[in-house]
């Protein structure tokens, strides 16, 4: 369903996932390859090319020459907002069929997933 989505939005599946993890505030590139579960060598071309596309930016990490953080650009902002839209429009129609406790169950126990598998808070 998210491959279907992304490409709908002229995106990747990984471009979309970074759009939504960007979309809760700015990653360093460490982090970045820790939720992607990748090297942060594997995770530049990733990023590259999102920068390419005008999607997101890469901003130097105040204290910490070597470091970079990368965040949104206000059209990766109106991406992943427009991305998320239509991936929970996808998600209500699959959800559709289910009784409204069934959904809301289903609801909690997605939160509880997502919840403990967040990537860590960065400190600046």
Do not use: W, Y
């Not at 970079?68 to 069929?97: I, K, Q, W």
Request: hydrophobic share 45%; glycine share 6%; charged share 20%.
């Amino acid at each position: 369903m998210s491959s279907r989505t992304a490409e709908r939005h002229d995106l990747t599946p990984n471009q979309a996932r970074l759009l939504c993890v960007l979309a809760l505030g700015p990653r360093g590139m460490a982090n970045l390859a820790q939720s992607f579960g990748v090297e942060k060598a594997a995770l530049t071309g990733l990023v590259d090319r999102a920068e390419r596309r005008g999607l997101v930016q890469r901003t130097p990490v105040p204290n910490d020459r070597r470091a970079l953080r990368v965040m949104l650009t206000g059209s990766g902002h109106v991406a992943a907002v427009a991305f998320h839209a239509d991936s929970n429009a996808a998600l209500n129609e699959l959800l559709a069929p289910l009784a409204p406790a069934d959904r809301e169950h289903f609801q909690r126990a997605m939160s509880a997933v997502i919840a403990s598998h967040a990537p860590a808070e960065e400190s600046s």
